[in-house]
């Protein structure tokens, strides 16, 4: 494993850098009989981050995902030094959660049901339990507590070189000091890299870069959005007392984590805001090097950390050190396979998290690799979820002051992020202000998701009670059921489908037939070959070669990739997007017939405007785009505004409008209207890893239709299985003033059997409703759902819920089509 090994010409796998994540990938490929691996180290093994990361093991993460992560890799360290003889340094020693208030206590209760459906063990302990276990530390500020047994800690260098040593011992190849300096690449699939000792060529190529990772990707041409930042923290002089199985106490409100570290303590730091580092470029030698701290910045946050463990504030400090982290955009991690170049796959932006994930991080990709598909729904780490506007070194740099420390701060249902906004503004985007609307972020847009009052501010008050704008979110809900209501939504991303061949490239990957007849809307999805839902959005047939396709912002990369992939080479078909050349105003409720007639000359009768149509429509001096649809249960349509013509459609729709009741209604009162009638949303109630079958969308399959659709034949053969057993229920909290967000526990007779995928109040139904998973239903089960019991787990409490499989609100769908 040194730089006079020879450099080969050629590897089925080619990983870049030798972190922990690169050699973890390295060993679990070999674990699954592939030979043929060279990772390549700039320096040496460990020496950008690894080296110096504090080696905590804690397993209850902000997602399933990465909790799955995170306990996969406290197994594989567990059994990695009988494996290899290379100890890994673990010491069991369990960490504790502090709590300073009520809010971060009932935050933690929601996290121990969610962990126990996850399988981690987790306990509330009481500050004198807290005592015991951690002598030295002041409780008197405590709330509440919580005890994780199972946590550890390990040595980062030695639990990377364990998995090297694995890696070797399976044919994988480990040479150090040759960086990689290109990527190559043909017809759209990576072929190898270029080095400075010569290329070599390679099937795939894995992007293991760490803080470089962003860098080794512009190489290739792939989106990597990741900045390093400076992450600290303190050893002290030796302290009485102190022993390796003291647990790891992390301090949220204090910002810290501490434990010991060889009869001293380590006190690690997460600080509100950040100071990002390298924006001019990470230096060429940069090995094994720290940071020199600046003691002035960090002081009160060391003060305060130190108040945790008071004996601190009197013991001397043997170093403070700073090395470089790399962080995301959302402070999740990037991987999977580039959206735009097959076979070159990236693991980074682990956000200081790499030690704990590396294991699980390493078998996720070395699966996705072989088999062709990651093993588990990754969708909240996957690459394909960033855009390409945020490789932009300013966005990146002011993002990256909070998302170090996000981890450490109260996660507020809601919660918005502060800084780094106004990426992409609509052309309404002041009128809306002006109307009072209350702004949130997602995919860069800023969206109006609630509008204050004329006496008001439009200013989040976070809580897990009743939010300060639920009187708001109630009238512009009740707004759409009632009267009419308009909701803007020109982040919704649009896709221009165009070529001789699209219907047929479109029929192919979607599961409804869109190959109908212009001024057709189809809702329908895109599955993966084992049936799972990549997307669900709706495709309108504009005229014989021409389709748009509609899909939230957030899915944008990831649904243009797939349509692309999905064409075959000899296809005539170009996919455009046209998303910021139009507006979209969603005019939605009973009285938005009568709203458009008077505006509009054109026919909105059923007969003249049916459901599922689409057709251009006069509004002044202006001509939109029409499509009757609703995401919400009502008679609706969505206007396709050209950009030019959007603020004097958006006025003339205002004025009429104040003589129908018209409302302005923002994202949250969407999605408590469609979550009332149980409309799915991707990534919450469906994904890649749950079918048509489960989610009740097997409505939307085209059985019979000529050529089938991908992911047909793994439906097939579930079907003939019978009903399935795990299927998508619609819950009604019995208990008006209980919410539900995402993620609770779901009990059926006692026994937990699934959790909740999406929440919100139902103004309509009178309570809280959610959806999600539940698992164990037999056909006589499914008929008879009021025969069962069924209660949701929030902070600890059960709470009764009604169970249906049709949608509480409208079930025959009259509204909609009335």
Not at 2 to 24: D, E, K, N, Y
Not at 107 to 131: C, D, N, Q, T, Y
Not at 362 to 369: E, K
Not at 607 to 629: H, K, M, S
Request: aromatic residues 10%; contains cysteine.
């Amino acid at each position: 494993m040194t730089s006079s090994l020879a450099l080969p010409s050629r590897a089925r796998v080619v990983i870049i850098g030798g972190g922990v994540t690169g050699c973890s990938i390295a060993y679990h490929l070999v674990q699954l009989g592939w030979r043929d691996v060279l990772l390549l180290e700039r320096k040496q093994l460990t020496s950008g981050t690894t080296w110096h990361a504090a080696g905590l093991l804690t397993t209850l993460r902000d997602t399933e995902t990465q909790t799955r992560l995170a306990r996969y890799t406290q197994e594989l360290y567990r059994r990695l030094e009988a494996e290899t003889g290379q100890s890994t340094g673990i010491i069991d020693c369990g960490s504790i959660q502090l709590a300073m208030t009520p809010d971060k206590a009932h935050e933690m209760r929601r996290g121990l049901a969610m962990a126990r459906g996850f399988g981690v063990e987790a306990h509330e302990i009481s500050p004198a339990e807290v005592k015991s276990h951690w002598p030295l530390a002041d409780v008197s500020d405590l709330a509440a507590a919580f005890y994780f047994p199972n946590d550890a800690r390990a040595n980062p260098t030695d639990v990377t070189q364990a998995l090297a040593r694995g890696a070797r011992a399976g044919g994988a190849r480990l040479i150090e000091n040759v960086p990689v300096t290109g990527i190559r690449s043909d017809r759209g699939r990576v072929s190898g890299v270029t080095t400075a000792l010569g290329d070599v060529e390679a099937e795939y190529v894995v992007n293991c870069a760490g803080m470089w990772a962003r860098q080794v990707g512009r190489l290739a041409g792939v989106n990597v959005p990741l900045q390093a930042a400076e992450h600290y923290y303190l050893i002290s002089e030796p302290v009485a007392g102190v022993h390796p199985k003291l647990p790891i106490l992390r301090d949220p409100g204090r910002s810290a984590y501490i434990r010991e570290e060889a009869g001293k303590l380590m006190v690690g730091l997460f600080e509100a805001e950040a100071k990002p580092w390298g924006l001019q470029g990470i230096p060429e030698d940069f090995s094994f090097t720290d940071i020199p701290p600046d003691w002035d910045r960090m002081a009160p946050y060391i003060e305060a950390a130190m108040r945790r463990v008071p004996i601190l504030l009197d013991t001397g400090v043997k170093l403070l050190f700073c090395g470089p982290e790399s962080f995301t955009p959302d402070h999740n991690y990037l991987m999977g396979e580039a959206p735009n170049l097959r076979n070159f796959f990236v693991a980074a932006g682990f956000n200081s998290l790499g030690i704990l994930s590396g294991g699980g991080v390493g078998n996720v990709m070395a699966r996705w690799i072989v088999d062709g598909h990651p093993p588990m729904d990754v969708w909240s780490v996957n690459l394909a979820r960033a855009h390409a506007w945020q490789d932009n070194d300013r966005y990146l740099a002011d993002r990256t002051v909070e998302a170090l420390g996000i981890g450490y701060q109260d996660h507020w249902p809601f919660r918005q992020w502060r800084s780094a906004r106004n990426v992409k503004k609509s052309v309404l985007h002041d009128r809306l202000a002006a109307a009072g609307a209350c702004f949130g972020e997602s995919a860069g847009w800023e969206r109006p998701n609630w509008y204050a009052q004329p006496d008001e501010k439009p200013e989040y008050q976070y809580t897990w009670g009743r939010p300060n704008w639920f009187a708001n979110h109630a009238a512009e809900h009740r707004a759409v059921r009632e009267a009419v209501g308009v909701i803007e939504q020109s982040a919704f991303s649009k896709l221009l489908v165009q070529g001789r061949d699209a219907a047929r490239v479109l029929n192919r990957i979607a599961t409804a037939n869109v190959d109908v007849s212009p001024g057709r809307c189809v809702y329908t999805q895109f599955l993966n070959t084992r049936g799972g839902i990549e997307a669900d959005l709706t495709v309108t047939r504009l005229a014989a070669d021409r389709f748009l396709v509609l899909t939230a912002g957030f899915t944008q990369t990831h649904v243009e990739a797939w349509i692309r992939r999905h064409t075959p080479e000899d296809a005539c078909c170009v996919v455009t997007d046209v998303t910021g050349a139009y507006a979209m105003l969603n005019v939605q409720g009973p009285r938005s017939r009568a709203l458009l007639s008077e505006l509009s000359p054109d026919d909105f009768s059923n007969d003249g405007f049916p459901f599922a149509t689409a057709r251009e429509i006069r509004i002044g001096y202006q001509t939109v785009l029409a499509i009757r649809l609703t995401y919400v249960g009502e008679l609706g349509w969505e206007l396709y505004v050209p950009a030019p013509f959007t603020l004097p459609v958006y006025d003339q729709l205002i004025a009429t409008g104040a003589r129908h009741g018209l409302t302005h209604c923002g994202y949250h009162a969407l999605n408590s209207l469609r979550i009332e009638k149980a409309y799915r949303d991707w990534s919450h109630d469906i994904g890649p890893d749950d079918t048509p079958l489960e989610a009740g969308l097997a409505f939307t399959c085209a059985w019979d239709k000529e050529g089938g659709f991908i992911g047909r034949e793994a439906l097939l053969e579930a079907r003939a299985k019978g009903p399935p057993q795990r299927r998508l229920l619609q819950f009604l909290l019995e208990d008006p003033q209980v919410f539900v967000h995402h993620n609770e526990p779901i009990y059926r007779d006692g026994e937990r059997v699934g959790y909740v995928t999406s929440g919100m109040y139902a103004h309509t139904l009178g309570a809280a409703v959610g959806l999600g998973y539940v698992t164990g239903l037999d056909a006589t089960a499914t008929r008879n759902l009021a025969g069962s019991r069924f209660e949701i787990e929030i902070a600890e409490r059960r709470v009764a819920a009604r169970a249906s499989l049709a949608p509480l609100y409208d079930p025959k769908n009259l509204r909609v089509r009335c």
